[in-house]
């Protein structure tokens, strides 16, 4: 059953509460990352125009706010490193759609989309990174997993995420991808011997049936 407009901003509401406490409980004892929820922020200088809202912004800590007065938003100068977004449903194509651009051009490493319901995203966790001045997706965010530069994980299991603190990306990236893999091929060989053994104890039965020898 699909919700309704109020359960839907409900869910992002708390959805959004939830990774910038999280974040937030999780930096305090470094101190080396800002978390700012629900900023409105303008990211191209060229574009004042181009102002749009973001659920989870993350700085690194003692970076410059660059607050503009008459637009009640953050300025061009702010610089976030990773951006976390929790599916509008009123607005999604905004936040799948032109965001990522605008983002891309303004330099924001990380972008992150998440929905909670499953409704509008498939899959639900979608997450790219800057490479070469474009957004390449990450290949552990299909499985609900999100390793940070800013060193965090976000880990979303149905309408419900954890965080916790990861080491080097790329690292953790590649060590998620093994383990997957392994276990992939570790169920492969389980089949394969299962398959080995059901074949010798039918081919003994019929074997013995027909007064032969098994091999």
């Not at 999780?26 to 125009?49: H, K």
């Not at 509008?120 to 800057?130: D, K, T, Y």
Request: net charge negative; hydrophobic share 40%; charged share 25%.
């Amino acid at each position: 059953m699909r919700g309704t407009g109020m359960d839907h901003a409900k869910q992002h509401d708390a959805a959004v509460e939830a990774i910038a406490s999280g974040l937030r409980s999780l930096f305090a004892p470094g101190g080396e990352w800002s978390v700012v929820s629900g900023a409105r922020w303008q990211p191209l200088a060229d574009f004042p125009n181009y102002v749009y809202t973001f659920d989870v912004m993350v700085l690194e800590a003692g970076g410059r706010l660059d607050w503009d007065a008459a637009r009640n938003c953050l300025g061009p100068e702010v610089r976030p490193v990773t951006i976390i977004d929790i599916v509008r449903h009123d607005d999604w194509e905004t936040e799948f759609y032109d965001k990522p651009d605008v983002l891309s051009q303004a330099g924001v490493y990380e972008y992150c989309l998440w929905d909670p319901t499953a409704e509008r995203l498939r899959p639900p966790l979608q997450a790219v990174r800057l490479w070469e001045s474009a957004y390449r997706p990450l290949r552990t965010s299909p499985h609900g997993v999100f390793f940070s530069t800013a060193g965090f994980c976000l880990d979303v299991r149905g309408p419900t995420v954890e965080l916790s603190r990861c080491g080097r990306c790329g690292d953790e990236e590649e060590l998620f991808t093994c383990r997957r893999l392994l276990a992939a091929a570790v169920g492969r060989a389980d089949r394969g011997r299962e398959e080995v053994a059901g074949l010798t104890a039918k081919i003994a039965r019929l074997a013995a049936k027909l007064g032969g020898a098994a091999p």
